[in-house]
């Protein structure tokens, strides 16, 4: 994505973000100090395996999470808004109006009950003072801009008598009905075959970058965060363990875990050789292994890496990588 169409503005910004679900059993680290910041106009994509955080992170911006068994600390502010501060009320104005999200599976997240356009218009009216039928031309506007074939008759059907491709495209639709600043998308392709997948990311970086919301991009595909991001935050087992502009991530890994991504991928990859995956699987949240999380599953680790979890690297203002070896290539088993 061209980075000279990026706005300036400061519009998201998580400092040291944990969360915790707390349970009579065990307390879940899901979170563990992430900081991380988007500029208007920018796309983040926050890579990593299921398990590591992503959704979490998206959730606990929006104050979805449960409240009774979670525990939240730390900063979050969208617009200079603290989120954590906002009552009742005030997330209802920041949900779908300043910030909007579109989740990983459109079947769940859309009432079954309600028509598709229904459901729009109710999220036009409940964020805008409009008739029903301003509301109602709103929803249709937004069917044609998302490429929804015949959309008056379209905005009339219930979710199950739609595609899992236009129920994704009626759910960026709802996403995008009252101007949102702030897009957040939670594995929004993942569920779709490889044709609507690309259709669909082509789809919302147009949109992106005609309407200029910053945008968070949670995803476990490298194809498409080199297809949608302009930076990349690489997240394990609760931390963001590298960051930087994707061109460099993708063409330089420093961390041993992003390495692994890459080498684990078919992209690129000889024919005649087989893809080298991660060794072992990532840790029990419940019980984070001393020091660095990934020093179970690392092929270059140290003594003093089961000490203390590394602290930031810089190797320039935008690059940053959580490694005492980082860039050192894999020199053998642990």
Known sequence: MDGSTRASTRLVEIEDLTVQFVTREAT????????????????????????????????????????????????????GQDVMLLDRRGLQKLRGGLVSMIFQEPMTALDPVYTVGEQIIETVRQHKKVTRAEARARALELFELVKIPSPESRLDAYPHELSGGLRQRAMIAMALSCGPRLLLADEPTTALDATVQIQVLILLRR?????????????????????IADRIAVMYAGRIVEEGPVAQILSDPRHPYTQGLMASTVHGQDRAHDIKAIPGSPPDLRRLPPGCSFRPRCTISTPVCREMVPPPSYFAPDRMVRCVRAGQPPTGPT
């Open 28 to 79: 879940v680290n899901a979170v563990n100090g992430v900081s991380l910041q988007v500029n208007s106009g920018e796309v983040l994509c926050i890579l990593g395996e299921s398990g590591s955080g992503k959704s979490v992170t998206l959730r606990a911006l929006m104050r979805l999470l449960p409240e009774g068994r979670t525990r939240i600390s730390g900063s979050m502010k969208v617009d």
């Open 207 to 227: 949109l992106q970058r005609e309407m200029g919301m910053g945008t968070i991009f949670v995803t476990h595909d490298l194809g498409v965060a080199s297809e």
